[in-house]
């Protein structure tokens, strides 16, 4: 395999320091060209130190001016802020991989820039493909860029396809984990606690994904996500509960045969996958002991304890721009939620309310939503039924937002 410089987008978060473990592990085989954060310039400063980039960004400005002081690498290694920061790192020349790690739609304009500029990119951001799943993969052909699925589950079923034939593929069925609250009785979720929703019981990740997990809206953008990754329509993609997260994913082909991906939850493994691809890395890493492993359970989705899931999934039925809306909306609901603003139980019903609304904006002559719309929001906005470029995709996140926002300042005042 050829030596590879790197271009990692959110080397501060899990994502990204489980990258620079597998490059650290392979210096022969990897070095770094930028590292891009959002405003942990501390981290990002011990970061530079030890893999010495070429350029380091911080999305914060006033976090960066902080980076500068500090001089790490001796001053050696350039600092940018913003975004146009980032999609210099991104779209760097001198760069043969992008990893997509940034959360959240902050991550789109940088990974389109680096599909633009053709290169390699692996995509853990799952919001990039749920705001711009179909324009990614559509500019992806035109440039030559490859998108890898770093995604534990999108990881599995790249490697269940890898040498197949995927018109062969009847079916993907991506696992889940069922959170943290899989069997707590549905009328004690109105008292679980933020330090509850953040305990996930398999993987370490930070607090947006892991409340995601606990809502089980992570799957139904993964669905999402796996609808333009792979290019199979979503009754073909299914959801099983699988609480020992040892089964990544599964897809189920013509003849009945299923392929599944089976190992230990450590992301470094879909991670090293993707730098290494099409080869792979020896890892020096805790083993899968399939003796020691009592059962594997799988169990059917209760759609009325996760209610995120049932609105991803309305979404994707609507396509267009109201994935984006949904992802932009539950954004904001989250960091709300984080914040303090309400009970665990709302999450839900919030973001319910959003979708019920986004639906009567593209079915005006259907049930009046619960938020109603201002006399400037009375025409459906084009891009809530095409996203043609990533400006629409911005603008449909941004509608969700809008409406999330709006949802919560009326549920505060009444």
Known sequence: MDHKKLTILGSTGSIGRNTLDVVSRNPDRFSVHALAAHSNHELLARQVEE???????????????????????????????????????????????????????????????????????????????????????????????????VDSEHNAIFQCLNGEDGAQAERIILTASGGPFLDLPREKFISITREQALRHPNWNMGPKITIDSATMMNKGLEVIEARWFFGLPPEQISVLVHPQSIVHSMVEFVDGSVLAQLGLPDMRVPISYCLSYPERLPLDLPRLNLGAVRNLEFREVDHERFVCLSLALRALKLEGGVPAALNGANEEVVAAYLAGGFPFHRIGSILEEVMEHLEQELNPAGPTPAVKERPDEALTPGYLKHIATVDDAVAADGHGRKLALRIISQAANT
């Open 51 to 149: 893999f010495r980039p070429a350029l380091a960004v911080l999305f914060d400005e006033e976090a960066a001016g902080r980076l500068k002081e500090l001089r790490p690498n001796g001053g050696r290694t350039a600092v940018a802020w913003g975004m146009e920061g980032l999609l210099e790192a991104a779209g760097a020349a001198e760069v043969d991989q992008v990893v997509a790690g940034m959360v959240g739609a902050a991550g789109l304009l940088p990974t389109h820039a680096a599909v633009s500029a053709g290169k390699q990119v692996g995509v853990a951001n799952k919001e990039v493909m749920v705001l711009a799943g179909e324009l990614m993969m559509n500019l992806a052909r035109q440039t030559g860029a490859v998108l890898l699925p």
